[in-house]
């Protein structure tokens, strides 16, 4: 008695090649395939995603360098603004001045006036006055032109005293 049976051995072994054989032309053929056919996806899905990530950075790029160019317009104009606005304050402030000083300047050709008549008026009473001693101290009666020349002689000497 045997204990391996030969035939039965060499049966199984074309058994086994003959099903490896079977598999390998119908099942792992396919299965290769289907396996190649998945890696090759997922390699072209990771290029997709390398792909999109790019994308994705440089539109960030983009937009970053937009957003700069945006902020960069956006204190221009604020410093336009400014200027423009300093540039208004100085007209008025020279407006106000220009304004002031014509007001200073009316006010003093109204004082000078008022100072002149103020001396005519003045020159007018010590004319009076002084015809009025005059004819007190003379006792005598003099003409008007006389006593207005008389008059304005004395105002002209006390002007000039002064």
């Given at each position: 008695m045997q204990l391996i049976d030969v035939r039965q051995v060499v049966t199984q072994?074309?058994?086994?090649?003959?099903?490896?054989?079977?598999?390998?032309?119908?099942?792992?053929?396919?299965?290769?395939?289907?396996?190649?056919?998945?890696?090759?996806?997922?390699?072209?899905?990771?290029?997709?995603?390398?792909?999109?990530?790019a994308e994705a950075?440089?539109?960030?790029?983009?937009?970053?360098?937009?957003?700069?160019?945006?902020?960069?317009?956006?204190?221009?104009?604020?410093?336009?603004a400014v200027t423009e606005g300093q540039k208004v304050a100085g007209e008025i402030k020279a407006q106000a001045q220009e304004e002031a000083q014509r007001r200073v300047e009316r006010a003093n050709d109204e004082i000078a006036r008022e100072n002149e008549k103020a001396k005519e008026i003045l020159k007018q009473r010590i004319i009076a006055l002084s015809i009025g001693a005059a004819e007190k101290i003379l006792r005598q009666k003099l003409d008007e032109d006389t006593q207005r020349r008389l008059a304005s002689e004395f105002v002209e000497e006390v002007g000039a005293l002064r």
């Open positions: 072994v074309l058994g086994f090649l003959l099903l490896v054989w079977i598999l390998r032309r119908f099942a792992w053929g396919p299965l290769l395939g289907v396996l190649e056919a998945r890696r090759q996806k997922i390699v072209g899905e990771f290029q997709e995603a390398d792909r999109r990530k950075a440089e539109l960030k790029a983009r937009y970053e360098s937009e957003l700069r160019g945006i902020e960069a317009q956006a204190r221009q104009r604020l410093m336009e």
